[in-house]
């Protein structure tokens, strides 16, 4: 417990150091690779009160725990301790005004996954509260409806700490259950997480919103949802696309076999095209084969191949924010060999120089 009660105060002390650095503005891309998370609410996913807010934890137990996330949404704000200060938290906002802008956002950054926490002003407000479960349905409907492979988490709502508050927050919390269930039923990808069990009001620094440790009490509810469902956290496969070329990766001929190179071609969305960025840190093709660099070579032009995977360093890859793939093993790039931008062009590894056959972007 002493340990415990150590790292949140150096949490908190980390959480006031950093707001000042990085506060509200305009969403910028930090993340490059990962998979597509947006954090959707009110001020708590924004992080009153500690600029950040659950995102903090969250962040930090995904990175430890080998995943790669791209946080996304239009809103931008924590401290220098959060590696992707993306979110759609919006303060003051009831369920009406999050589902009146849902689907532009969803259309905008194309989550794999959402984590929805909304309706704590539907209560404060005392905004037609009968109404609140059918407004929070017809939200997850649009949101399911716009993104239907993605894996939506809806939170039951924190507690608040005013009694009379907190009953019209269990009224409400009792219908998400049933709501869930029938989405479920439906064939949707939705999931209930029980928010409001994680903390009690002596969580809460104002009565509404979470303390460090609250905060980070949630972060570890989201965590832990994420990964009971191993879909939420594992993209569902993209392109990767030159930059100077326009062009995907693909595998040429759409072959399977071990040692097939690996080129530029025309975008087509065909499965040879479609890549998984793993929590290891590999790009995936047809499920079970690897980007590798050809007999695990360290040298410029040494063959980019796929092959069964196999754990080893030469089909590991870091995914960067300035647009390189890089070999964990030879610390080259991915690169389009002689600047090409043919068809056929095919892909190597190289020193990095800066120059755009190096970036890609995957979409």
Same mark, same amino acid.
Request: net charge neutral.
């Given at each position: 417990?002493?340990?415990?009660?150590?790292?949140?105060?150096?949490?908190? $002390?980390?959480? $006031?150091?950093?707001?000042?650095?990085?506060?509200?503005?305009?969403?910028?891309?930090?993340?490059?690779?990962?998979?597509?998370?947006?954090? $959707?609410?009110?001020?708590?996913?924004?992080?009153?009160?500690?600029?950040?807010?659950?995102?903090?934890?969250?962040?930090?137990?995904?990175?430890?725990?080998?995943?790669?996330?791209?946080?996304?949404?239009?809103?931008?704000?924590?401290?220098?301790?959060?590696?992707?200060?993306?979110?759609?938290?919006?303060?003051?906002?009831?369920?009406?005004?999050?589902?009146?802008?849902?689907?532009?956002?969803?259309?905008?950054? +194309?989550?794999?996954?959402?984590?929805?926490?909304?309706?704590?002003?539907?209560?404060?407000?005392?905004?037609?509260?009968?109404?609140?479960?059918?407004?929070?349905?017809?939200?997850?409907?649009?949101?399911?409806?716009?993104?239907?492979?993605?894996?939506?988490?809806?939170?039951?709502?924190?507690?608040?700490?005013?009694?009379?508050?907190?009953?019209?927050?269990?009224?409400?919390?009792?219908?998400?259950?049933?709501?869930?269930?029938?989405?479920?039923?439906?064939?949707?990808?939705?999931?209930?997480?029980?928010?409001?069990?994680?903390?009690?009001?002596?969580?809460?620094?104002?009565?509404?919103?979470?303390?460090?440790?609250?905060?980070?009490?949630?972060?570890?509810?989201?965590?832990?949802?994420?990964?009971?469902?191993?879909?939420?956290?594992?993209?569902?496969?993209?392109?990767?696309?030159?930059?100077?070329?326009?062009?995907?990766?693909?595998? +040429?001929?759409?072959? +399977?076999?071990?040692?097939?190179?690996?080129?530029?071609?025309?975008?087509?969305?065909?499965?040879?095209?479609?890549?998984?960025?793993?929590?290891?840190?590999?790009?995936?093709?047809?499920?079970?084969?690897? $980007?590798?660099?050809?007999?695990?070579?360290?040298?410029?032009?040494?063959?980019?191949?796929?092959?069964?995977?196999?754990?080893?360093?030469?089909?590991?890859?870091?995914?960067?924010?300035?647009?390189?793939?890089?070999?964990?093993?030879?610390?080259?790039?991915?690169?389009?060999?002689?600047?090409?931008?043919?068809?056929?062009?095919?892909?190597?590894?190289?020193?990095?120089?800066?120059?755009?056959?190096?970036?890609?972007?995957?979409?």
């Amino acid at each position: 417990m002493k340990k415990m009660r150590t790292w949140l105060a150096a949490l908190a $002390l980390a959480v $006031l150091a950093g707001a000042a650095l990085t506060t509200g503005g305009s969403a910028a891309a930090e993340s490059n690779g990962g998979v597509r998370v947006m954090p $959707l609410g009110d001020s708590i996913t924004e992080g009153t009160q500690v600029p950040g807010g659950y995102r903090i934890g969250l962040w930090q137990r995904l990175a430890a725990g080998g995943y790669r996330v791209d946080f996304v949404g239009s809103q931008f704000n924590g401290p220098s301790g959060l590696g992707d200060h993306d979110h759609e938290g919006h303060p003051g906002w009831r369920i009406d005004q999050i589902d009146a802008n849902i689907v532009g956002w969803l259309r905008t950054y +194309t989550p794999h996954t959402v984590l929805l926490h909304i309706g704590t002003n539907d209560v404060l407000q005392n905004f037609n509260l009968s109404g609140a479960p059918a407004r929070l349905s017809t939200l997850v409907d649009h949101i399911t409806a716009t993104v239907p492979t993605a894996e939506v988490f809806v939170a039951t709502i924190i507690p608040l700490a005013n009694s009379g508050q907190e009953a019209n927050v269990r009224t409400f919390n009792a219908t998400i259950p049933g709501m869930v269930q029938s989405k479920v039923n439906a064939g949707k990808h939705v999931h209930l997480v029980d928010m409001h069990s994680a903390l009690t009001a002596a969580d809460l620094t104002d009565g509404i919103h979470p303390t460090a440790a609250g905060y980070d009490k949630m972060a570890a509810t989201w965590y832990a949802a994420l990964r009971s469902v191993p879909g939420s956290l594992a993209d569902a496969g993209r392109q990767i696309v030159g930059t100077q070329s326009g062009r995907c990766a693909d595998v +040429t001929g759409v072959a +399977t076999a071990n040692g097939t190179p690996v080129q530029l071609w025309d975008c087509n969305s065909q499965a040879n095209q479609s890549w998984t960025y793993t929590a290891s840190r590999q790009l995936t093709v047809y499920g079970t084969k690897c $980007l590798d660099a050809s007999g695990q070579g360290t040298g410029n032009g040494t063959a980019v191949v796929i092959w069964d995977c196999t754990g080893q360093t030469s089909q590991q890859w870091n995914v960067n924010a300035n647009g390189t793939i890089t070999g964990v093993q030879s610390g080259l790039c991915l690169d389009a060999n002689g600047r090409g931008t043919a068809n056929g062009t095919r892909l190597i590894l190289w020193t990095c120089n800066g120059q755009t056959n190096q970036q890609w972007t995957l979409r």
